[in-house]
């Protein structure tokens, strides 16, 4: 018996080193497995945090010029968001924006007085402003220039989708609706719907992105107050060069009653047909380079089309039918002193070349002559940004060219007509704005009386929501 006792102890005495050996074993072996698992979250977290970093980096890059496409990366997004969870309604949302400008205005001149003001044989206004942008800073006092809703989304993996609609006080427009291409070969890229044209530089941006609370003269004069927007169609081209190289094409309604118009008339007994439709076509060239810290933007523009323009004032009908050619060449320049300050300096010059029949009815005779207009002007601008959140600039207008011919015989109008404007600006972040501009006009004119105005406009831009950066 004390021999089985015995044997057994053994036993069990060896089967419990037994167990304790394979235990220290497998929990060095967990152990193993766990600096590993360690070792391998370790890898993953800096992986991460290289890939925000550059993520950032990605983010601060700016936008090529003269591209409104936002990130291709957004309609991923989306699809991978719709996978994750495909009833979730978020990710059919587009990006909505929401930008409210105003201003308090002081002006030598009266409201009514000053919307009667014109410049003989260039600006009339022909009352189809006051929607949307329409003419801003247009009252003394207190002025809601306008509240601009703006969306963005990708349709599907082929268009893009954007929309602009300003509101007033006096109304709404859809000043924008348009879809662009995703990813056309050859570095090809189309436009269709209602847009702002890429003629000159200035005209494809909101009032918003101006560097001035008013618009250039020889804008106003030649696009009038909410400039060359049309439904049309546009294709562009990115060349393959070493700089930036963009080429145009747009085929536009050109309803434009400045400088084109679709509309015929009726002026005492003689009919003007409308025009064809399509009736304005634009071309241009862009390009883009830099030297060191100097980065260099211009362009050259060329739009041609029908034209009727019609122009009733009291008891006196004006009109006009022919065509209208317009020639334009922009330069920006952006000096970079570090990663804050910068000098910028931008111009445009624009050229109208005008031929027809003109028509004057006073109530009792109509008159008809053929005309002929070669009128030309340019502004130019430079703002000093020696802030993080301070701008200062100036501004020189001026229309140099106003030559009208009735019947061969030159008419004796006024030319040189100038305007001078200089802001200071404070930006509390980039959603919001503050300017003081202070300037004189001398380009308008009261019947042959030529009007000098003096303006103060103190205005506030706000905005709120998801908005594409703007292109330098």
Do not use: C
Request: hydrophobic share 35%; glycine share 8%; proline share 4%.
């Amino acid at each position: 018996m004390k021999r089985v006792i015995l044997a057994l102890s053994i036993f069990s005495f060896s089967f419990a080193q037994e167990s304790l050996e394979d235990l220290k074993r497998q929990l060095e072996e967990q152990r193993k497995l766990i600096r590993e698992l360690e070792k391998k979250i370790e890898a993953l977290e800096g992986t991460q945090k290289v890939q925000a970093m550059q993520g950032e980096k990605k983010e601060e890059k700016p936008t090529p010029a003269d591209r409104t496409l936002q990130l291709r990366a957004k309609y991923e997004e989306r699809l991978r968001a719709l996978r994750i969870s495909p009833f979730k309604q978020t990710a059919f949302l587009p990006d909505i924006s929401l930008i409210v400008d105003v201003s308090t205005v002081g002006r030598n001149i009266k409201d009514k007085k000053f919307e009667e003001l014109e410049i003989p044989e260039l600006y009339h206004r022909h009352g189809q402003e006051g929607h949307g942008h329409g003419m801003l800073n247009e009252k003394r006092g207190f002025n809601l220039n306008y509240a601009e809703l703006f969306f963005y989304a990708p349709v599907d993996p082929y268009f893009d989708l954007y929309a602009t609609i300003p509101f007033s006080e006096h109304g709404a427009e859809i000043e924008e609706a348009y879809a662009v291409t995703r990813g056309l070969p050859g570095g090809f890229q189309l436009k269709v719907g209602k847009f702002r044209s890429s003629f000159g530089r200035l005209n494809s941006q909101h009032p918003h992105a101006w560097d001035f609370a008013t618009q250039p003269l020889v804008y106003k004069v030649f696009f009038g107050d909410d400039g060359l927007k049309e439904k049309g169609i546009q294709i562009n081209w990115l060349a393959p060069t070493s700089f930036y190289l963009l080429l145009g094409a747009e085929v536009l309604q050109g309803e434009n009653e400045q400088s084109f118009g679709t509309e015929g008339f009726k002026i005492n007994t003689t009919e003007v047909s409308e025009t064809r439709k399509p009736n304005l076509y634009v071309g241009f060239v862009k390009s883009s380079f830099d030297i060191g810290n100097l980065s260099i933007l211009t362009g050259l523009s060329y739009g041609t089309g029908h034209t009727r323009i019609y122009h009733k004032q009291d008891n006196q009908e004006h009109a006009f039918a022919g065509k209208t050619k317009l020639y334009g060449f922009d330069l920006t320049a952006r000096y970079n002193l570090d990663s804050i300050r910068y000098i910028s300096f931008q111009g445009e010059y624009i050229y109208r070349d005008s031929k027809g029949t003109g028509f004057e009815y006073d109530g009792n005779t109509l008159a008809t002559e053929e005309i002929s207009k070669k009128q030309g002007g340019f502004y130019s601008q430079l703002v000093f940004r020696f802030d993080k959140r301070w701008r200062a600039g100036v501004q020189y207008n001026l229309i140099n060219k106003n030559d009208v011919k009735k019947d061969g015989v030159k008419e004796d109008l006024p030319k040189n007509l100038p305007a001078y404007y200089a802001m200071l600006e404070y930006s509390p972040t980039e959603f919001s704005r503050i300017r003081l501009q202070v300037g004189q006009n001398r380009a308008f004119y009261e019947a042959n009386s030529r009007k000098t105005i003096n303006e103060v406009i103190l205005q506030f831009n706000f905005a709120i929501g998801a908005h594409g950066a703007h292109p330098f």
